[in-house]
């Protein structure tokens, strides 16, 4: 059983200092955003007259106590002032680990494609994209494995990477593409 009188006393002296520290964490990372996101936010112009002092600071220790500063004035506006900007930077978190993913996986894939000598990755690249300019992307495989055996400048493994990122980013296009016109079609 609970305390009847609990309600009374308000949240404990935990809560209280997880409260602000997750409060320090978003004026740090409110800190970081860049001028363009930050000034779609919703946020009192106090807090962002504080943000743009903070960011104007560059010695450690000064910083670390502006924030805190920050923070505690964030505090004071509540929990629901900075709605959105979690939203924002939840979404954005997730958007860059997306990204990321898809980096990695065309790495990989470049890598595949160089360090494979039955050429079972390029095969399978053209078949997935057979509008790609097939010659370039077998030239530029070539040019990276004599780069790589003769460790000389990786030039061509650059391009082929650019290339999968275009190919990766006319994937997308059309996809979504597809996903709009189908929409449409049903309704």
């Known amino acids: 059983m609970s305390d009847p009188n609990e309600a009374e006393y308000g949240p404990s002296r935990s ?11 978003l004026a740090g990372q409110l800190v970081d955003m860049p001028p363009s996101r930050l000034a779609r936010l919703q946020l009192p112009e106090d807090i962002l007259r504080e943000i743009a002092q903070t960011r104007r600071i560059t010695a450690h220790i000064a910083r670390k106590r502006q924030l805190q500063f920050l923070a505690k004035l964030m505090r004071r506006h509540g929990e629901e002032t900075f709605v959105e900007a979690r939203a924002a930077l939840g979404e954005n978190r997730e ?39 097939r010659q370039r992307l077998r030239n ?10 003769k460790a000389k400048p990786p030039k061509a493994y650059r391009e082929i990477f650019q290339l999968l990122k275009e190919l990766h980013a006319a994937a997308a296009r059309d996809d979504s593409e597809d996903d709009t016109g189908s929409e449409t079609d049903h309704d």
């Open 140 to 149: 530029l495989v070539r040019q990276a494995r004599l780069e790589r055996d």
């Open 95 to 133: 958007k860059q680990r997306q990204e990321t993913a898809a980096m990695h996986r065309l790495e990989s894939l470049r890598d595949r494609l160089i360090a494979e000598t039955g050429d079972e990755a390029l095969t399978r690249l053209i078949d997935e994209h057979p509008d790609m300019d």
């Open 15 to 25: 809560q209280q200092r997880r409260d602000a520290l997750a409060m320090l964490t």
